[in-house]
């Protein structure tokens, strides 16, 4: 038991930072995508004049929105998350479950690099 590891190394960080970073920038452009469907930036044309079948297609077109809005803020938490990740490889911290203080498997954070919580502590929730 003399051998247990408390933090990951600075080679293992580098690795954990470089998928962090990627995974930002990556979300930083669905989220993007995801403002303009609902801010309208693409659209300013006439194709919203014809009376016909408006009002089922505004509905839509809100519900659309309502979706979008609902997506674009998961994606900015996220990215916060990411972020967080990177301030916790600076301080020292990042790859501790915050319940059990043991180290979170590197499998898992490479999958899910934002966790906080190791698969033990996650199933005792």
Known sequence: MADVKTKYSEEDLQEFRAIIDKKIA????????LRSAYKNDANN???DTSPSFKSFDEGSDVMNKEANVQLAIRQEKFIRDLKNALLRIENGTYGVCRVTGKLIQKERLKLVPHATLS???KRRQ
């Open 119 to 121: 698969i033990e502590a």
């Open 45 to 47: 044309g006439t194709d």
């Open 26 to 33: 990556k979300a930083e452009e669905d989220l993007a995508i």
